[in-house]
């Protein structure tokens, strides 16, 4: 469905490093000892195209929602650069950073945080209208009944406050309020994770229809596969702060090319008894992104590690037109596809 | 057998006053009864504050003087009566200026944080370590008696107390997520600190306010019952206590009334305050 697009890149980011200093002991300073921080992002690199929705999987702690942060710069990325059109965000101020913040907007994990509970519905989306002049002032009202019709909230909805509503109408506001500004990229962080799982899947396809209605560039952080396979055109695999994986989501999915990704696939609870694995994907803990190991990140949970994984950082390279993984393996997870390879890709 | 069942309609938005908190009924009762007296004692004062009655010089509570009448015939009631002006016009002005400067000062502080912070908490630590009433006394002292030079020392002092509090919970809200959804937007620091996180903030100072007023009133009183604040022939509870001390086992009464006038000020101003507190509180 991807290839039909014209693919243009509309957001990229390229080796974005980002750290957070964590409290400083005096005892490591004065032993002359680095300074600790959490490295939650080392060396991400990505680029979105116009219209497409690109799902970012990982366990907790991976990043995913830092990434998320830098791409609407609400945090700037200490290394490498995230390009919005060609322009690194970074460079920009004033009415271009404002320009900027209206065209990338951002919906949040947590409905019941992301709303100002002092603020009606009318207030909250009638402040996004007339900061960003969307609409001359008489006409405001008129489109806040049109964007609670959007997201299917009666119209009556914008005279309460958020604590009025449920999770899952609390989060439609916020992808109301959002869309109030007609954004051309759309960061979703979690979106649905922290909703029961029958006002998910409400949410979710509301988001997908919005997005062929007004033809949407997204990006969905998640931690649920299922969901993520359900919604995006291409997938990236995060593992402590760097994509091991990325590409088209079925190719992906069906055959993973990179241990980690196989390891999280697998672990996913399967509903068919016959398919059900004891076989081990990963083993131990996550490692501690205070101090990340040299070499490959994943080379202390691989069950495929060999010497060079200790010794080297993998780069993500081409398993495919629009497949890359991150693993000195090129050959892992080949033998799973099931003769794809001669399939034309249009530019 | 019939059964009624509790209609679960659109929720109503109109306020009983049986579900309002009782303490901010009663404070709500106590408060606009003394401005009500602050602005008009004229209507209800049986005497002029300051006129002499040579006839009936410390003459106890009576029919003619419900209050009795202090050593130079004034009628006490009258003159607890015109206090009210001075000393709630105390309570106001010496808490807005303060209430109003710490909460921006704060806002600023608890949002930029860092140094902006760590230098706030070092003055707080240095304001505080003052007792309060000595530093004012002696603020006063420098700059002379009188009503605004009181202002002067309090609003110095004062702002403080109101900063640290917002600027606390300044921090806490700039952290939720609908703060950084102001940010996404691209809204100004200026609108994202007075537009959204304030109204979220400012309700202990809100509450403070309320208690600081019974404090200030406590304050306005100690300085003119020390001849730093009200300064004689106006009527102050302080002064008029003042006034009373030397009479205290002759004439109980001239002392006596201001201070239940004081005490029922002071608590309508910490019911009310009690009673927004809970009012205010965020409907989650």
Not at chain 2, 91 to 120: K, R, W
Not at chain 2, 231 to 259: C, L, R
Not at chain 2, 270 to 276: A, E, K, Q, T, V
Request: charged content about 20%; overall charge neutral.
């Amino acid at each position: 469905m991807m290839n039909t697009m014209a693919s243009q890149v509309l957001i990229s980011a390229e080796e974005v490093f980002k750290e957070f200093p964590l409290p400083q002991n005096a005892l490591r300073r004065l032993a002359g000892k680095p300074l600790l921080a959490v490295h939650a992002l080392n060396g991400v690199s990505f680029q979105l195209n116009r219209g497409e929705t690109l799902g970012i999987v990982g366990e907790s702690g991976c990043g995913k929602s830092t990434l998320a942060r830098c791409l609407v710069r609400l945090l700037d990325c200490d290394e490498g650069r995230v390009r919005f059109e060609g322009q690194d965000i970074a460079d920009l101020h004033g009415a271009a950073r404002r320009g900027f913040n209206r065209r990338v907007q951002m919906i949040f994990q947590d409905p019941y945080s992301s709303l100002n509970p002092r603020m009606r519905v009318r207030e909250i989306l009638g402040e996004a209208l007339s900061v960003h002049k969307m609409r001359p002032r008489a006409e405001i009202p008129a489109r806040i009944a049109e964007l609670l019709d959007l997201v299917r909230l009666p119209s009556d909805a914008a005279d309460r406050f958020p604590h009025e509503f449920s999770g899952g109408q609390r989060q439609r506001i916020g992808i109301a309020r959002a869309l109030a500004v007609e954004p051309d990229v759309l960061v979703a962080d979690e979106l649905v994770s922290a909703l029961d799982v029958s006002v998910q899947a409400q949410v979710v396809n509301l988001l997908l229809q919005l997005q062929e209605q007004l033809r949407l560039t997204v990006v969905f952080v998640a931690h649920d596969l299922r969901l993520v396979r359900h919604i995006s055109h291409r997938v990236a695999v995060m593992y402590l702060g760097k994509i091991v994986e990325i590409g088209p989501t079925e190719e992906l999915f069906s055959a993973p090319r990179h241990p980690y990704t196989k390891a999280l696939l697998d672990a996913a609870p399967e509903l068919d008894p016959a398919r059900r694995t004891r076989v081990v994907a990963a083993r131990g803990e996550l490692p501690s992104p205070i101090n990340p190991p040299a070499g490959c990140l994943f080379n202390t949970r691989c069950p495929h590690a060999f010497e060079r994984c200790f010794a080297e950082r993998p780069l993500l390279t081409d398993r495919g037109p629009t497949h890359q993984a991150a693993c000195h393996l090129h050959e892992f997870g080949l033998a799973a596809i099931p003769q794809i390879q001669d399939v034309e890709f249009a530019p | 057998m019939t059964i009624a069942l509790e209609t679960t309609a659109t929720p109503k938005r109109r306020w009983r006053i049986a579900k309002l908190p009782g303490t901010l009924v009663l404070g709500g009762v106590i408060l606009p009864a003394s401005l009500v007296i602050a602005f008009f004692p004229n209507l209800f004062a049986p005497y002029d504050p300051t006129v002499f009655d040579y006839n009936a010089l410390l003459a106890p509570p009576s029919a003619a003087h419900l209050m009795g009448t202090d050593s130079f015939g004034r009628d006490v009631l009258s003159r607890v009566l015109y206090a009210y002006t001075i000393d709630l016009q105390i309570a106001v002005f010496a808490t807005l200026g303060p209430f109003i400067l710490g909460t921006i000062l704060g806002a600023l502080v608890g949002y930029a944080g860092g140094f902006a912070e760590a230098l706030l908490g070092r003055v707080v630590d240095a304001i505080i370590t003052f007792p309060f009433l000595v530093l004012v006394i002696a603020i006063v002292a420098v700059l002379g008696p009188g009503l605004m030079n009181m202002y002067i020392a309090v609003g110095v002092v004062g702002w403080v107390f109101y900063a640290r509090l917002v600027a606390a919970e300044v921090k806490v809200q700039k952290r939720l997520d609908y703060a950084d959804a102001g940010r996404a937007m691209g809204y100004t620091h200026f609108r994202i600190i007075f537009r959204h996180l304030l109204p979220n903030s400012i309700t202990p100072a809100i509450v403070y306010l309320m208690t600081d007023m019974a404090l200030a009133i406590l304050l306005g009183s100690s300085l003119g019952y020390l001849g730093l604040g009200a300064q004689p022939p106006a009527a102050e509870w302080g002064v008029q206590i003042a006034d009373g001390k030397n009479y205290m086992t002759t004439a109980w009464w001239i002392s006596v009334f201001p201070g239940i006038a004081i005490v029922v000020t002071g608590l309508g101003f910490s019911l009310l305050g009690d009673g927004l507190a809970e009012l205010l509180r965020t409907k989650k």
